[in-house]
């Protein structure tokens, strides 16, 4: 395949190719709006630094309980169980992961629009964002499989087109994330660098990435040198802890050996400046419930204390 002239991060290639450093920076406000919202030079600092946040109990106990039901409800809807956008572990019914839960329900669509996220997600992307991406991820006691190590970005520039780095993933927990049912682990300082991986990709790829991911893998030689340079942080927190992770960061999760789930939700805000173009890796563009291009109006904020009144 012919390289094109508006590919920055060639990845999926014959041949192994040296990693480098990114191209775009990791904080896009600049000036009086880098420092215009929650975060403290602190905390953004932090996040120039590891590519990643931890904050616990970002939301209350009740709200938590109404998605947990949520959550049980999809587990026995006959209609969500056999949607695309449903992943199941490989080899078994158990449910992975289920995409486009914010356009699933009012509480979930509410979330997003949280006035706090959006004000953290203004001053890490330095404009105005919409949904790439939403899901919840399910690790069921015993049964949950892991994720292997990969940065989301590689995926998301060959599969779906996305041409720069300049998107952000929010994950709230809604079980308790320990040591031992499989927490999310990430590798601080990885964001900075971008890792070719190898391997021409299939159509309807994401058919079978979905529940195993081996392309868009990084080497292990790059992996050892990133972890030895920066170790490597599990975050864990009580139900409602949120992590705010860059899209480069290298990040992967156990399986879950523990008698107890775990269950998150994922939503990515991709800036409203750096919109879906061709997949890079030459295929056709993937489904909408994973590389949003139908729905990218700006997200508008709206009061949570409302959704907590919908039931």
Not at 61 to 69: C, E, G, I
Not at 96 to 105: A, P, W, Y
Not at 146 to 166: I, K, L, Q, Y
């Amino acid at each position: 395949m012919t390289p094109r002239s508006d590919d920055l991060y060639p990845t999926r290639l014959e041949r192994p190719t040296p990693s480098f450093e990114r191209h775009d920076p990791v904080i896009h406000s600049t000036g009086a709006d880098r420092s215009d919202g929650p975060l403290s030079e602190t905390e953004l600092a932090r996040y120039e630094r590891d590519g990643f946040l931890s904050f616990p109990n970002f939301l209350d106990q009740d709200t938590v309980k109404r998605f947990r039901q949520d959550l049980r409800d999809y587990e026995n809807d006959e209609s969500i169980l056999g949607a695309e956008g449903t992943i199941t572990e490989p080899g078994k019914q158990e449910i992975r992961s289920v995409f486009g839960v914010h356009e699933l329900s009012e509480r979930f669509d509410r979330l997003t629009r949280d006035p706090k996220i959006l004000a953290m997600v203004h001053q890490l992307l330095g404009s105005d964002a919409y949904i790439h991406q939403s899901r919840i991820n399910f690790k069921p006691g015993f049964l949950g499989k892991g994720f292997d190590w990969h940065s989301d970005f590689e995926t998301w520039h060959a599969e779906d087109g996305m041409p720069r780095m300049r998107s952000v993933s929010f994950s709230i927990a809604l079980t308790d994330n320990t040591p031992f049912n499989g927490p999310l682990m990430l590798i601080p300082g990885s964001h900075k660098t971008f890792v070719p991986c190898v391997g021409r990709t299939p159509e309807n790829n994401y058919q079978s990435s979905l529940k195993k991911q081996e392309l868009g893998v990084p080497n292990n030689g790059d992996l050892a040198r990133m972890a030895d340079k920066g170790g490597i942080q599990a975050p864990t927190g009580p139900a409602g802890s949120l992590i705010i992770f860059e899209c480069n960061t290298l990040h992967s999760s156990n399986a879950n050996m523990s008698p107890w789930p775990r269950s998150n939700l994922f939503f990515v805000f991709n800036s409203v400046e750096n919109k879906l173009v061709q997949p890079f890796c030459g295929n056709r563009p993937r489904p909408d419930f994973l590389g949003n291009r139908s729905n990218t109006e700006a997200l508008t904020p709206r009061n949570w204390d409302d959704a907590r009144r919908t039931g």
